[in-house]
């Protein structure tokens, strides 16, 4: 029983000794090694999801998209980085040289026709792939969970930016809304419609606030839509905000 156990310890050492000295097949080419699996996500902008076209980073986090993918975020007062939330400077915006390296040297398999394709051309070939245009055909339609006959609402609010309503400042989201009236209208008199309050289903857009900074200041230091259910019962809302407003004045 001892010299069978021994044998196939033996045999064991010899089998993991002998693993090491196996060869990995070469690929053959002279182009630098690839990373491993999932190659074209790696190299993929995290708005659109494709490869990167004319990539540019952010120095501020050193996230990087498609020139085109962050020009709206370049459009407002204070942009945030997509991805990671963090403040940065439009003008610390660059071209990323490195990435455009890396995308016309290394290639990846089609999604299609699993031709290998540099990255770099990776978006044209597969706009003209005859097997990726017949995948997309076939993706299944949406079709609601429950069938409704009511239309879609279209007049929906925009809860996310706001519009100064003194000067007519647009895309501020609520804290760049106070900031924004803080600096600039500070002793302003005139009596105005909050636009956030009027954005939600219990505000009233015609009710002018006779202290609109005092209003934004004591009202709107966080976001609705992180800690406002909107599912609960809008009359109990209402009634909660004008006793507030009540309160303010």
Known sequence: ??????????????????????????????????????????????????????????????????????????????????????????????????????????????????????LAKMRSHIASCSKVQEQIANCPKFVPVVPTSQPIPSNIPNRSTFVCPFCGARNLDQQELVKHCMDNHRNDPNKVVCPVCSAMPWGDPSYKSSNFLQHLLHRHKFSYDTFVDYSIDEEAALQAALALSLAEN
């Open 1 to 118: 029983m001892m010299a069978m156990f021994r044998s196939f310890v033996s045999a064991s050492t010899q089998l993991r000794q002998q693993q090491p000295q196996q060869q990995q097949p070469s690929s053959g080419s002279g182009s630098p090694a690839a990373p491993a699996e999932g190659i074209e996500s790696q190299f993929s902008c995290p708005i659109c999801l494709e490869v990167y076209h004319k990539p540019v980073s952010i120095a501020s986090c050193a996230h990087t998209f498609c020139g085109e993918c962050l020009q709206p975020c370049l459009q407002v007062t204070s942009p945030l980085c997509p991805l990671c939330r963090v403040p940065f400077d439009p003008k610390k915006v660059e071209r990323s040289s490195s990435v455009e390296k890396q995308l016309a040297s290394y290639k990846a398999p089609c999604r299609g026709c699993s031709k290998k394709v540099a």
